[in-house]
Nanobody, 124 residues
């Protein structure tokens, strides 16, 4: 599966952005999907993940209550709605996929496929 992330940009603190990740292939609904981010000089960190059917989600504590992950299997797309953005949310955001009907992994090494990343910059 190939992943294409989009929707990044520059936003003021307190603002909102919605990231999208479009996937190729006809088996998108077989994949758990995740969002990760990497700030300059830091390791890639988990943000959110969603199960193959959208029935289960997982969030990092730092974004819980502010970010929402969702998916539309008919459109082969996963979304990350980001509200109440903070300067510390500034990073390149990556979507990732792993073939799974059970787990929603939270570690980068657990994912098989990665998108190219989209930059989110939050100004103070």
């Amino acid at each position: 599966v190939q992943l294409q992330a989009s929707g990044g940009g520059l936003v003021q603190a307190g603002g909102s952005l919605r990231l999208s990740c479009a996937a190729s292939g006809r088996t998108f609904s077989s994949y758990s999907m995740g969002w990760f981010r990497q700030a300059p000089g830091k390791e890639r960190e988990f943000v959110a993940a969603i199960s193959w059917n959208g029935g289960s989600t997982l969030y990092a504590d730092s974004v819980k209550g502010r970010f929402t992950i969702s998916r539309d299997n008919a459109k082969n797309t996963v979304y990350l709605q980001m509200n109440s953005l903070k300067p510390e949310d500034t990073a390149v955001y990556y979507c990732a996929a792993v073939l799974s009907f059970s787990d929603i992994p939270g570690r980068p090494y657990e994912y098989s496929y990665w998108g190219q990343g989209t930059l989110v910059t939050v100004s103070s």
